[in-house]
């Protein structure tokens, strides 16, 4: 007897960051019901879960343990939304990786594509120009309007983290 492999293509990932965790969670959960199937993965949701070594607040620069735990913390998202993808869903990660965090964030990653959304506004400005910036502030731009123009524009959201030859 074959097996017949019905699970389908691998589902997309897609980071969606922003330097508030309100304007990330609610661009990723637009992003997320536009998508035909689709999972939301809110890292900051994944911390909240965490009952014990939580970090009260980040400093700058981040101790030791709040870098194991922001690690952790991304493992955890990655994993969960990994899971969704090999069942054929989109996985949207909400996850503060702005600044030189983005490019952190992406090693894990590797050598997936990732649809990279970063929200402009407080956005560090050491953060790579790498995949879709969109502005939520601006008087046209709501976060529904900012959800339909991000899945309109995946494609211009890519990146690509191997390196080809």
Excluded at 26 to 34: D, K, M, P
Excluded at 104 to 113: I, K, M, T
Excluded at 127 to 140: I, M, R, Y
């Amino acid at each position: 007897m074959t097996e017949v492999d019905e699970s389908g293509p691998r589902g997309r990932l897609l980071l969606v960051t922003a330097a508030r965790a309100p304007a990330r969670a609610a661009l990723a959960s637009a992003v997320t019901t536009r998508l035909e199937r689709a999972v939301l993965v809110d890292g900051a949701a994944l911390e909240h879960a965490l009952t014990a070594g939580a970090p009260g607040g980040w400093g700058e620069p981040p101790t030791s343990e709040q870098l194991r735990l922001r690690l952790l913390r991304w493992s955890a998202a990655l994993a969960v939304a990994e899971t969704y993808q090999l069942e054929g869903f989109d996985a949207v990660v909400a996850e503060d990786a702005l600044g030189d965090r983005l490019e952190d964030f992406l090693d894990l990653v590797e050598p997936e594509p990732v649809h990279v959304v970063v929200v402009r506004e407080d956005a560090d400005p050491s953060t790579p120009h790498w995949g879709l910036w969109v502005d939520l502030a601006d008087s046209t731009g709501s976060t529904e309007r900012a959800a339909d123009d991000v899945v309109a524009r995946l494609d211009d959201a890519l990146v690509l983290t191997a390196e080809t030859d």
